[in-house]
Nanobody, 124 residues
Framework: VQLQASGGGLVQPGGSLRLSCATS????????IGWFRQAPGKGREGVSC???????TYYVDSVKGRFTISRANANTVNLQMNSLKPEDTAVYYC???????????????????WGQGTLVTVSS
């Protein structure tokens, strides 16, 4: 099982980026894929989760209406990020086995596998 996040970079506030999570070694159809981020000096935060089988998507409040998670092809999940804010600056990771909790958070499941992250910097 391998995951690799890409697409990060430097963008001005209000700009957009599209992150991609390329997967291999497993059949994406049977998984939940999540995007998580870790800002400098802070803990990891779940951002969004998708249930591949039925396409259900989940977002934390801080990114609702701005971020969109989707399956791009057989092996790739994207995170389209619009209206970016400086507080979105973080290293972004994708992982398997995410859970959307009743309190509105996205958590990594106990069996989650992680890819290397990609840095997103939102700054003027």
């Amino acid at each position: 099982v391998q995951l690799q996040a890409s697409g990060g970079g430097l963008v001005q506030p209000g700009g957009s980026l599209r992150l991609s999570c390329a997967t291999s070694g497993f059949t994406l159809d049977y998984y939940h894929i999540g995007w998580f981020r870790q800002a400098p000096g802070k803990g990891r935060e779940g951002v969004s989760c998708i249930t591949i089988r039925d396409g259900s998507t989940y977002y934390v409040d801080s990114v609702k209406g701005r971020f969109t998670i989707s399956r791009a092809n057989a092996n790739t999940v994207n995170l389209q990020m619009n209206s970016l804010k400086p507080e979105d600056t973080a290293v972004y990771y994708c992982a398997t086995d995410c859970v959307y909790t009743p309190t509105g958070t996205v958590e990594a499941g106990t069996l989650a596998r992680w890819g290397q992250g990609t840095l997103v910097t939102v700054s003027s």
